[in-house]
């Protein structure tokens, strides 16, 4: 198995016309001991067994963690939006990993918020470098659309993994560590300096490894609890009362709601756990 290089990415980029494009947050993956590390770390965080090493990739690009996932004896199914680099995927992989299992890369063009389905059999673990302007919506769509998904290795913006990781109260806690927290425990495990990719970004990255758990015990659905993140965070700097008033159908209304879940009307949005946003929407209806 031969990991990519900085050269290689740039020949291959070369004999296929790919320019690295910002909108679809296209960083490739140059650095080998990079991939090595995930890979590593993926068979340690996710614990799963050998038979059970079916990852969902996004954004593979030209296949820098795809290889060292297949060389691991991953099945890989690679969402990859791209054409020309989808196209390309599994020549660069039968090249680079010829012993590789019969049928262990699927490679799917498309975009991976538009995919409700992938081949048999389902993935276990998202591993991905996730392009960085759909990283959040990504693992959100993932989790909601495959549960066979019993957890995750996602490399993204620093500042992201400190969002997704964030507990209420914090600083960083908001919209995207609520809505995560209804599927899944989070935890930073390292980080990755800008030189790992080509182009350079401006930005450090981080590895993020998640585990799925049940969601809150409400009867509230998921649809419901995720509209009232929206509007108690679109106005996180007012208090709860205030913020939740177009929610509730009035302030007043909103303060009876707040009371029967046992919240402090007075305090804001980041002060809520995802439990408590659940049994607030439970105590409206919902």
């Known amino acids: 198995m031969r990991l990519l290089s900085p050269g290689d990415i740039r020949d291959l980029a070369a004999q296929y016309g790919v320019h690295p494009s910002k909108s679809r947050g296209q960083n490739f993956v140059v650095d080998a001991g990079t991939v090595r590390r995930i890979v590593n770390l993926a068979e340690r965080v996710l614990d799963l067994a050998p038979g059970q090493r079916r990852a969902l990739e996004v954004g593979p690009g030209f296949g820098s963690l795809t290889l060292g996932l297949l060389a691991a004896g991953w099945h890989v199914a690679a969402v990859e939006i791209d054409p020309i680099l989808a196209g390309a995927l599994p020549a660069i992989a039968h090249a680079r990993v010829p012993d590789a299992q019969d049928g262990a890369l699927d490679v799917i063009v498309d975009d991976v918020l538009k995919v409700r389905q992938l081949p048999d059999p389902p993935p276990m673990a998202l591993i991905a470098n996730l392009p960085y302007n759909v990283s959040v919506p990504a693992i959100l769509h993932a989790l909601a659309t495959w549960p066979s998904l019993r957890g995750?290795?996602?490399?993204?913006?620093?500042?992201?993994?400190?969002?997704?990781?964030?507990?209420?109260?914090?600083?960083?806690?908001?919209?995207?560590?609520?809505?995560?927290?209804?599927?899944?425990?989070?935890?930073?495990?390292?980080?990755?300096?800008?030189?790992?990719?080509?182009?350079?970004?401006?930005?450090?990255?981080?590895?993020?490894?998640?585990?799925?758990?049940?969601?809150?015990?409400?009867?509230?659905?998921?649809?419901?609890?995720?509209?009232?993140?929206?509007?108690?965070?679109?106005?996180?700097?007012?208090?709860?009362?205030?913020?939740?008033?177009?929610?509730?159908?009035?302030?007043?209304?909103?303060?009876?709601?707040l009371a029967e879940a046992g919240i402090d009307p007075t305090w804001r949005a980041e002060r809520l756990s995802i439990s408590d946003f659940a049994r607030l929407a439970e105590c409206k209806g919902e």
């Not at 620093?158 to 109260?169: C, D, I, K, T």
């Not at 806690?173 to 599927?183: F, I, Q, R, T």
């Not at 009867?219 to 679109?234: E, G, K, M």
Request: avoid cysteine; aromatic fraction near 8%.
């Open 152 to 257: 995750a290795l996602v490399m993204v913006q620093a500042e992201v993994a400190e969002r997704l990781v964030a507990g209420p109260g914090g600083r960083d806690y908001g919209v995207p560590s609520a809505k995560l927290a209804w599927y899944a425990a989070a935890r930073q495990v390292g980080r990755v300096g800008r030189a790992a990719f080509w182009p350079v970004p401006r930005v450090d990255s981080a590895l993020v490894a998640l585990t799925r758990r049940p969601p809150p015990p409400a009867t509230a659905q998921r649809q419901a609890v995720f509209h009232l993140i929206d509007a108690a965070f679109s106005q996180r700097r007012k208090m709860l009362r205030s913020a939740l008033a177009n929610w509730a159908g009035g302030s007043e209304r909103a303060g009876s709601i």
